[in-house]
């Protein structure tokens, strides 16, 4: 068994859920990219842990690119004004592009990710989220054709997903205690 981080409250998705959604998402992934030129872009940093995993899950030929941007403003909440801060090293044109992402929340940041790889002509742009946070009132910017599963709308950290660059390496998900950053 994992121990806990004196800084999490609870464990949301353990390893062995995250095995399990990473397994199905990519079997699903698999099915659907058969014949097709598959490339996965995953967003610096958070979605690293969750490539590293999705992309051995998925049995068709595939690349991998990363892309990084940086949102506008001191705020931490998405504004979906984005800069980016390293682009692709390769040409989308034409390929079957798949974006994957650790968290959807506003889903600002892939609006406009999304937005802006589709000027490039790739043959088809889909995202793949591990998490999609259910937020009261909200709807997502986007719509997203691969989720692994939702969670709530608290502060999660683990399995890549950081606060203030700390928590990344947790191989679980789980709620952030509130006083850690409040
Ligand atoms: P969006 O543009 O609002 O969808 O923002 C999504 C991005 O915000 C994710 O890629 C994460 O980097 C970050 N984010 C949103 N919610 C959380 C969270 O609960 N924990 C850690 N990062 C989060
Ligand atoms: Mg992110």
Same mark, same amino acid.
């Given at each position: ?6 800084? #999490?409250?609870? &464990?949301?998705?353990?390893?062995? =859920? $995250? ?7 990519? *079997?699903? %992934? ?51 004004? #984005?800069?980016? &801060?390293?682009?692709?090293?390769? =040409? $989308? ?7 994957? *992402?650790? %968290? ?51 502060? #999660? ?26």
């Amino acid at each position: 068994m994992t121990t806990l981080h004196p800084d #999490v409250e609870s &464990v949301l998705f353990s390893e062995e =859920d $995250i095995a399990q959604i990473v397994k199905r998402m990519g *079997e699903q %992934i698999s099915r659907d990219y058969a014949g097709k030129d598959l490339v996965l872009i995953a967003v610096l940093r958070g979605a690293v842990v969750f490539m590293g995993d999705l992309m051995r899950a998925i049995d068709v030929p595939l690349s991998i690119d990363f892309m990084a941007v940086s949102s506008y403003g001191a705020n931490a909440k998405s504004s979906g004004i #984005v800069r980016i &801060v390293k682009d692709l090293d390769m =040409d $989308i044109k034409g390929r079957d592009v798949l974006i994957v *992402e650790d %968290i959807l929340d506003s889903g600002l940041t892939l609006k406009y990710l999304m937005q802006n790889l589709s000027n490039r002509g790739p043959a088809s742009l889909e995202v793949a989220t591990f998490l999609w946070k259910d937020v009261e009132g909200k709807q997502a910017a986007i719509d997203p054709k691969y989720v692994g599963t939702h969670c709530p709308d608290a502060f #999660v950290v683990g399995y890549g997903l950081d606060y203030a660059e700390h928590y990344r390496n947790l191989p679980y998900v789980g709620i952030l205690k509130p006083e850690v950053y409040s």
